[in-house]
């Protein structure tokens, strides 16, 4: 069992991915945007961490720049509806412990990718 911090501004979205994640036996700690999740970090240590790319207050960039700065080796998948493919290239490339979930795919691939992500 993995502690997974999944942090996603949708309610309804977080609410789904949390009921997925715990049903493959995951512990979740979730938060509403990236000022909360780095807070959760540091106090849960999650094995992973599951991050929208755009939400309020502190945007899912600013999450993998902080979590990296600390620990570089943290698994991270980051998700969302559309990020253009130079700037996904570039943070794929800045970030080598990112993996990136497109949100159309995120029922089809989560439960590899977390898999994955972990392995």
């Keep these: 069992m993995a502690t997974i911090l999944l942090v996603d501004d949708h309610d ?3 609410r789904a991915l949390r ?3 715990e049903a493959d036996d ?3 700690v979730d938060a509403a945007d990236g000022a909360e999740a780095i807070r959760l970090w ?3 240590h999650p094995d992973l961490i599951i991050t929208d790319f755009t939400m309020p ?6 999450v993998m720049k902080t979590v990296a700065a600390h620990h570089p080796a943290l698994p991270i998948i980051l ?7 130079p700037l996904r290239q570039c ?3 800045q970030f080598p412990s990112v993996r990136y979930l497109p949100k159309d795919r995120l029922y089809d691939q989560l439960h590899q ?3 994955a992500s972990l392995a």
């Design 12 to 14: 309804d979205l977080r």
């Design 19 to 21: 009921v997925r994640l």
């Design 26 to 28: 995951h512990r979740v």
């Design 42 to 44: 540091g106090e849960h």
């Design 57 to 62: 207050c502190m945007d899912g960039l600013e």
């Design 79 to 85: 998700m969302s509806g559309g990020i253009e493919d």
């Design 91 to 93: 943070i794929l490339h």
């Design 113 to 115: 990718m977390v898999r």
